[in-house]
């Protein structure tokens, strides 16, 4: 398959030379554009969720950005764009799924600094014990803080295209 400048991950073709790739840093990028701009029309999350080197940055990324204290309280609704609320709770459950089964070997890709309020948002829920009932709280994601991404990575998500 051909090498692109810039991928849709709303492309099966651009989808599959991702998953094509073993790159954790471009599948953290492809994560990002997948449930924030483009859906998950093709499978990829849930295949992301299967690869050994996920970095825990990509976990916590779509746990905190998709506001994962509002799944440790048992809230189902979730308003994204491009993700429905019960697909969204399905990614949140093989996500903890993962977090406390075999965990993240891979944690070198950081996260922004801006995702510490809901991480510690988490943290709070669970230290006041208001997890709801059946939800497995991801302590591999959220136990210890993220280091910031380096500077200058590869890749550049612009409006949802990841720019190689």
């Keep these: 398959m051909a090498e692109f ?18 790159d954790p840093a471009l599948w953290h990028e492809a994560a990002q554009a997948t449930l924030a701009y483009r859906g998950d029309h093709h499978g990829f999350l ?17 746990f905190l950005w998709a506001e994962g204290s509002r799944y440790l309280r048992g809230l189902t609704d979730f308003y994204l764009n491009h993700l429905s609320s019960r697909g969204m709770v399905e990614l949140f459950q093989l996500l903890c799924a993962r977090s406390e089964s075999v965990g993240f070997r891979e944690d070198r890709l950081g996260l922004d600094p801006d995702f510490e309020p809901e991480r510690r948002a988490c943290l709070d829920i669970v230290t006041r014990g208001e997890v709801a009932d059946s939800i497995v709280v991801p302590h591999a994601i959220i136990a210890k803080p993220f280091d910031p991404p380096p500077k200058g990575g590869r890749y550049t998500l612009d409006d949802g295209i990841i720019l190689l």
């Design 5 to 22: 400048e810039e991928i849709d991950m709303s492309e099966a073709a651009h989808v599959a030379w991702v998953k094509s790739r073993h």
């Design 46 to 62: 849930p295949w992301l969720l299967e690869q050994a080197d996920m970095d825990r940055a990509t976990a916590g990324w779509i």
